[in-house]
C-alpha cells in the first residue's frame, strides 16, 4: 500500500469520530438590513429572528448620534377588543420585512401543527372578526426595511434620542405608530431604553420524518433514532415585551392625582424623514411619570379590513433530528414519581417519600403559575380586564392564599373535576384576590418584600370594572364584559388542565388526575433540555448550534432534538454512536448510563442546596457538619444523601462541601454582629443555621411545597417571636440600616417615645400581621379590647402604621419614615435569608436547565423555568436507577467490565444494560 493510500485510509478512519462540519461556518441563511435604499449589515436570520422581532427599546443604532434605526409597534387601526395582543409589520403600507422567494407559505389553523396558546388565540380572534378563514402565513425572512428616526440637537436638550423611541396608549396600554395620526387628546409613553422583550418559538412542519437511518434500544428503556430533517421552519409567533415607560399615567385635576404632567403640542418636534413625506414626532418625556408594564404581542399582516397573522422565521434545511421514546420509561416509574399530598413528618425513613412529594408540587405550582402569569390567551384576557405586572400580582396572590388565607393550592389541585379545579384557581386567587389586596395587612407586607425605589407600591390592576354599571371619570370595563371575560378565563383553564388529563392514558398510566399528564410533559421538556446540555458539554459545542422540538399538553412519547443549521454540524450523529458503542461494547457502557440516567437533573446550584437543607433539619448530621472536621463533614452529607435515596453525583458532592464552609461563614459573619449584646452558649453560626432551615421546614409542611424567597420572608415576619435569635439579629440590622436614615430614624424615634423604638416597630409589623387588620378601624376594635396590646406595642403607633400603609398616596413626615423603616425591614429580612437559607434556586427550580438560545418555546429565562424542573429529572433518575439495578451482595461478584457500580440509598448497585 503506497504512502498516500495509508493517508486516505486513515483520514476516513478519522472521520468516524469528527463530525463532518466541525470546522464549517454557521450555514444559517443571512438577511439584508436596508435604510434608505443602502444595504448597511447583512446577518444571520437567527440573530434578525431572535433580536429584531419587534424589541422596543433596543433598536440597533446605525447612524450619527441624533439618528436611530427602528421598526414601530403599529396596531391603532384595529378593534380594540384584538387591539392588546396584535401588531402590523407593515408601515404605512410598507413591508417591514421582505419573505425570501417562494414566501409566504398560507396554512389554515387545522393544517398545521401550532402552540396550544397560538391556536386557541386564533380561534378567539375568527370570532371577534367574523370569519370562517384566518390563514396563517409564514415569511422566511430574506430582508429588513427599518424607519428612520431623527431627533435633531435641541439646546435645551428636552428632546433626547436615548428615551423617545416608542408611544403608548394610556388606556388601553397599547402601541401606536409615531406618526401625525396621533390625537392628542389620548395620553401616552415613550419607550425607555431599560425596555427589553423575548420571542415566542417553535418549529413548524419538518419534513422527511418517514424513517430513521439509526435506531436501537438504549438499556431497554429507551428507544433512540436519528432522522434526516429535509426542511423545517424556525420561527417566532409572539413576542413578550417588557416595557419601561415614561410619560403621563392618570390625569389629575387642579387640585392633584398620581402624575398632572402632560406632554404638550410645545414639545413636539415634527423633522421629515429622508425617505419619505411623513412627519416623524420626537417626544420630549422630561416630566412625565416612570412606569413598566408587560404585555404579549403577535404579528399580523395588511390592513384593518383584510389582514392576516404571521410567524417569522427561516428555514432549516438538510439536517438531523434525534428523538427518545420515553414511553416504556414513563410506563414503568409513574406512580412512584407522582406524588400530590402530604408531607410525611417526623420519620428519617420517610424523608425519600416527602423530598418527592415537595419536589412534584412544586414543579405542578411552578406550571400553573407559568399559565397564569404567560399563557398567551390569559394573558389577553387579563390585559382587557386592566391588569399589569401579572406575574407579580399571580406570586402574591399565591403567597397570601397558601401562608394567610387557608386556602392551599397543593390542596386544590388533588381535585379530579378539572371544571370545579378552574373556577377556585379563578376565584381565589385571581378574581377575589383583587377585592382583598387593599387591606392594611397586606400592603404592609407589600411594602416589605418591595424592592422597588420610592415610597409608592406598585400597581396591579389599571382599571376595573365599573360600578352600578355606570361610568366615572377614569376608564372602566363594563360589569356584563368583564364578567364575560372572566368565565373565558375559566375555560381557557379547564381547557388546559383538560389538556393534560389526556396525557397519561397515551403512556398507559391508568389515571385521571391532570397533574400527572402535567408531571410527564415536565419530564419531556426538562430531559429534552437536559439532552442539548449534556451533548454539547461532552462534545465542546455551543448549545446554541442545538434545538429542542417540542409542544406542550401533546400525547406525544417523543423527546426531540435537532441541529438548527441548515446542512447539521454532525453532533447528534457523534453522540448516538457513542451511545451505541457504549451500549455493544461493555467496557465503555458509562457513557450513555451517565448521559441519559444519572447524569438527569444534575445541578451544581440547586442540588447542593437541598442536601444542606435537609441535613441541618437532623441534629446527628448538623453536629457533624458543625464540627469543621473535613470527614465528619462528608460522612454526614453521605448520611443525608442515604436517607433522601437519590443520585447524587461525584461534582455535587464536592460543591457541597463547598457550599456548607461558605455558609457557615455567611451564618458567623451574621452572627458577629449579635455578639456585642448578646451572649449566645455554644455555636451561634449553626445556632442560627438550625433557627432558619427549622422555620423553612415548618413552612414546608405548612404549604406542602417548596417556597420562595418572598413566602419564606413573609413567614419568617410572622413567626418572628418563636425565634429569639432571629429576632434579635434583625432588630439589630434593622438598627444598623436606620442609622444611615437621617430624620427617618428620628421621627421613627419620635413616634414611640422609647429607645427600643426599633424592636416594638418589628412587634407593630408582627401584629399588624398576625391579626390580619383590614382597616383602621378594625384595630381600634382589636385595641379596645385589649390592654395588652396598648403597652406592648403603643396604640398610637399601631394606628400610625396601619394609616401609613392604607394611603394611596403620600403622607406626612411620619408615613415617609414607617415606609422607609418597612422598605429597610425587608432588606433586612433578605440579607439574612439570601445566602444562609440556601433558596437561591427553588423559586425557578428548572433555572439549573435554562437554556434561552435553545428552548423551541420560550426566550425568556424565567418564563423558561417555570417549565422546567430539576428535582424532578433527578427524582427520575433515582426511580430508574432502582428499577434496572440490582444489590450488590458480594464485590467478588461483580464484573467490572460488564458492571456499573451506583452507590444509592446508601447500598450499591450494579446497573445491568442488557
Not at 388 to 414: A, H, M, Q, W
Not at 824 to 841: E, K, N, P, Q, T
Amino acid at each position: 500500500m503506497s504512502t498516500l493510500q495509508k493517508i486516505i485510509e486513515s483520514s476516513k478512519l478519522l472521520r468516524n469520530y469528527i463530525p463532518d462540519r466541525l470546522f464549517a461556518e454557521s450555514n444559517l441563511p443571512q438577511v439584508k438590513v436596508v435604510l434608505d435604499g443602502k444595504v448597511i449589515a447583512v446577518e444571520d436570520a437567527s440573530l434578525v429572528v431572535s433580536s429584531s422581532g419587534y424589541i422596543p427599546g433596543k433598536p440597533t443604532y446605525r447612524a450619527l448620534p441624533t439618528t436611530g434605526t427602528f421598526i414601530p409597534l403599529d396596531n391603532s387601526r384595529f378593534d380594540e377588543n384584538i387591539r392588546p395582543i396584535i401588531t402590523r409589520i407593515s408601515y404605512n403600507d410598507r413591508k417591514l420585512y421582505e419573505p425570501s422567494p417562494g414566501y409566504p407559505s398560507r396554512y389554515s389553523i387545522d393544517e398545521i401543527e401550532i402552540p396550544d396558546e397560538y391556536k386557541y388565540l386564533l380561534y378567539l380572534l375568527k370570532e371577534v372578526l367574523k370569519t370562517d378563514y384566518l390563514p396563517i402565513e409564514f415569511y422566511a425572512l430574506s430582508k429588513i426595511n427599518p424607519l428612520r428616526f431623527r431627533c435633531p440637537a435641541s439646546k435645551k436638550k428636552r428632546i433626547s434620542l436615548d428615551n423617545t423611541h416608542w408611544l403608548f396608549f394610556s388606556r388601553a396600554r397599547t402601541n401606536v405608530e409615531v406618526t401625525n395620526n396621533i390625537s392628542f387628546s389620548h395620553s401616552f409613553y415613550a419607550y425607555l431604553d431599560r425596555s427589553n422583550s423575548f420571542p415566542r418559538f417553535s418549529i413548524y412542519n419538518p419534513q422527511g420524518l418517514i424513517k430513521p437511518i439509526k435506531q436501537y434500544n438504549i438499556c431497554g428503556i429507551l428507544d433512540a433514532e436519528i432522522y434526516t430533517v429535509k426542511n423545517a421552519f424556525y420561527g417566532i409567533y409572539a413576542v413578550d415585551v417588557y416595557a419601561v415607560l415614561k410619560g403621563k399615567y392618570v390625569v389629575g385635576d387642579s387640585k392633584g392625582g398620581w402624575c398632572r404632567y402632560t406632554i404638550k403640542s410645545s414639545d413636539i418636534k415634527t423633522p421629515r424623514d429622508n425617505t419619505s413625506s411623513t412627519s416623524m414626532y420626537c417626544i420630549s418625556t422630561k416630566n412625565g411619570c416612570r412606569y413598566s408594564n408587560y404585555f404579549v404581542k403577535i404579528f399580523v399582516d395588511g390592513d384593518h379590513n383584510n389582514w392576516n397573522p404571521v410567524i417569522l422565521g427561516y428555514e432549516i434545511k438538510n439536517t438531523r433530528m434525534l428523538t427518545l421514546d420515553i414511553k416504556d420509561l414513563i410506563r414503568k416509574i409513574a406512580s412512584s414519581i407522582v406524588n400530590i399530598g402530604e408531607v410525611e413528618q417526623g420519620q428519617d425513613l420517610k424523608l425519600d417519600y416527602e423530598y418527592k412529594t415537595l419536589s412534584t408540587n412544586t414543579a405542578v405550582v411552578n406550571l400553573l403559575r407559568h399559565y397564569l402569569s404567560h399563557d398567551l390567551v390569559i394573558t389577553y384576557y387579563l390585559t382587557r380586564l386592566g391588569f399589569t405586572k401579572i406575574d407579580k400580582y399571580v406570586n402574591l396572590s399565591i403567597l397570601i392564599n397558601d401562608l394567610f388565607l387557608g386556602n392551599k393550592l397543593t390542596v386544590k389541585l388533588e381535585k379530579d373535576d378539572v371544571k370545579d379545579l378552574a373556577s377556585d384557581i379563578i376565584n381565589d386567587f385571581i378574581k377575589s384576590f383583587d377585592k382583598e389586596i387593599r387591606q392594611s395587612w397586606i400592603s404592609l407586607l407589600r411594602y416589605v418584600l418591595s424592592t422597588v425605589k420610592g415610597e409608592r407600591l406598585e400597581t396591579y390592576r389599571i382599571f376595573r370594572e365599573c360600578k352600578n354599571n355606570k361610568n366615572t371619570q377614569r376608564y372602566c370595563i363594563p360589569h356584563e364584559e368583564a364578567e364575560n371575560i372572566w368565565n373565558n378565563i375559566e375555560k381557557r383553564i379547564e381547557g388546559i388542565l383538560k389538556n393534560y388529563s389526556e396525557i397519561p392514558s397515551y403512556f398507559g398510566v391508568r389515571t385521571t388526575y391532570w397533574y400527572v399528564g402535567a408531571i410527564i410533559d415536565i419530564i419531556k421538556h426538562t430531559l429534552s433540555h437536559h439532552l442539548i446540555r449534556t451533548i454539547s458539554t461532552r462534545y465542546s459545542v455551543n448549545p446554541s448550534k442545538l434545538i429542542e422540538y417540542y409542544y406542550e399538553m401533546r400525547g406525544d412519547a417523543k423527546v426531540s432534538i435537532m441541529e438548527r443549521d441548515s446542512g447539521g454540524i454532525g453532533v447528534l450523529n457523534v453522540a448516538f454512536e457513542s451511545w451505541e458503542k457504549s451500549d455493544k461494547e461493555l467496557r465503555e457502557r458509562q457513557v450513555a448510563i451517565e448521559d441519559l440516567i444519572l447524569s438527569l437533573g444534575k445541578c451544581l446550584v440547586g442540588t447542593p442546596e437541598d442536601l444542606l437543607h435537609f441535613a441541618l433539619l437532623n441534629d446527628d448530621i448538623r453536629e457533624r457538619l458543625c464540627s469543621g472536621k473535613d470527614n465528619d463533614v462528608r460522612e454526614g452529607i453521605r448520611e443525608i444523601i442515604r436517607r433522601l435515596n437519590i443520585i447524587v453525583t461525584p461534582d455535587e458532592f464536592e460543591e457541597t462541601i463547598k457550599l456548607w464552609k461558605s455558609i457557615y461563614e455567611e451564618a458567623d459573619r451574621l452572627t458577629r454582629i449579635l455578639r456585642n449584646g448578646n451572649n449566645y452558649l455554644g455555636n451561634e453560626p449553626c445556632k442560627l443555621l438550625r433557627a432558619v432551615h427549622e422555620l423553612r421546614h415548618e413552612l414546608e409542611k405548612k404549604m406542602r411545597r417548596f417556597p420562595d424567597m418572598d413566602e419564606l420572608m413573609a413567614y419568617m415576619l410572622e413567626n418572628i417571636d418563636e425565634y429569639s435569635i432571629l429576632n434579635d439579629l434583625l432588630t439589630k440590622m434593622l438598627e444598623r440600616g436606620l442609622r444611615t436614615s437621617g430624620r427617618f430614624r428620628e421621627f421613627l424615634h419620635e413616634l414611640y417615645g422609647t429607645n427600643d423604638y426599633v424592636k416594638r416597630f418589628i412587634g407593630g409589623v408582627n401584629f399588624i400581621l398576625r391579626s390580619r387588620i383590614q382597616d383602621i378601624d378594625h384595630l381600634k376594635e382589636l385595641v379596645r379590647n385589649s390592654n395588652d396590646i396598648v403597652s406592648k406595642y403603643g396604640t398610637k403607633a399601631l394606628e400610625k402604621i396601619t394609616e401609613c400603609v392604607g394611603k394611596r398616596r403620600d403622607g406626612d413626615d411620619t408615613c415617609k419614615a414607617v415606609i422607609h423603616a418597612l422598605k429597610l425591614l425587608g432588606r433586612a429580612l433578605r440579607a439574612v435569608l439570601m445566602r444562609i437559607s440556601l433558596l437561591s434556586c427553588n423559586g425557578a427550580c428548572g433555572m439549573c436547565y435554562v437554556n434561552t438560545k435553545s428552548c423551541s418555546r420560550f426566550g425568556a429565562p424565567f418564563i423558561q423555568a417555570r417549565t422546567l424542573d430539576r428535582r424532578v429529572l433527578k427524582v427520575l433518575a433515582s426511580e430508574l436507577v432502582r428499577h434496572m439495578s440490582d444489590i450488590v451482595r458480594d464485590y467478588y461478584g461483580v464484573n467490572k467490565d460488564v458492571d456499573v457500580i451506583v452507590e444509592l440509598g446508601g447500598e450499591p448497585r450494579t446497573l445491568r444494560c442488557e
